[in-house]
């Protein structure tokens, strides 16, 4: 076996990595392909079981069936790099998708309903309406002077000796509205000083860790 493919098989999956025994609905890939795009980027690897176990797959039907998810059901349509992998006698797709610039993309979901899907760890699921709104303010952001008031010192002091905090936690730290606590806490998460995650149904933000 390759060992750039062993390798990635023996990390498991997780957030930039999905074992996918075959292709059945092209619908279903396509929620792959768009909650790496909108993340971090990732690999789908075709023709390997959820245990590791290369499958192997149809290299024509498997990659006409990735287009065919890129194409007809991402909107827009996410760019993706196949390699062809031949092992032990077996094909495995190797499927590229980088993060995108273009977020949020969308894909149908069981009902037929398009909706924005992130990676959380090994699974694909729905973007919050938190998410949604900071990937807007990142497309409309212009380069302007932060000037931080009130609120925004006392988020800033807080998350140095706190974790995260919720909106709520921050409407009434900062004494004000919900929805200003939420517009300060989207802008700065778009500006990129501060990171947002969502915790079991619960939007929390972030110290933005130094790289």
């Known amino acids: 076996m390759s060992r750039y493919i062993a390798g990635l098989i023996s990390q498991g999956e997780g957030l930039t990595l999905d074992f996918k025994h075959s292709i059945t609905d092209s619908r279903k890939i396509a929620r792959s ?28 039907e498997e990659y006409y069936m990735v287009e065919a998810a890129s194409q007809l059901y991402c909107k827009p349509e996410v760019p993706f790099e196949v390699v062809k992998w031949e092992i032990n006698g077996k094909t495995v797709l190797e499927v590229k998708v980088k993060p995108s610039k273009r977020k949020p993309h969308k894909a149908p979901d069981k009902t037929g309903i398009y909706k924005a899907y992130i990676r959380v760890n090994d699974e694909n699921v729905v973007a919050s309406p938190i ?16 000037v931080f008031g009130l609120a925004e010192n006392t988020l800033i002091d807080y998350l140095k000796s706190h974790k995260t905090i919720t909106i709520d936690r921050f409407s009434r ?30 939007d929390h933000f972030s110290l933005r860790m130094a790289e």
Not at 41 to 51: A, E, H, Q
Not at 133 to 143: L, T
Not at 186 to 200: D, F, H, P, Q
């Open 173 to 202: 730290l900062g004494f004000i509205s919900t929805s200003e606590a939420e517009r300060i806490l989207v802008n700065l998460t778009a500006m990129g000083l501060i990171e947002y995650s969502n915790l079991n149904n619960e």
């Open 33 to 60: 392909l768009v909650a790496f795009a909108n993340t971090a980027g990732g690999t789908l690897l075709i023709g390997v079981k959820d245990n590791g176990n290369i499958a192997g797959v149809n290299t024509d």
């Open 131 to 146: 998410q949604l709104k900071i990937w807007k303010a990142e497309r409309n952001r212009k380069p302007i002077n932060i």
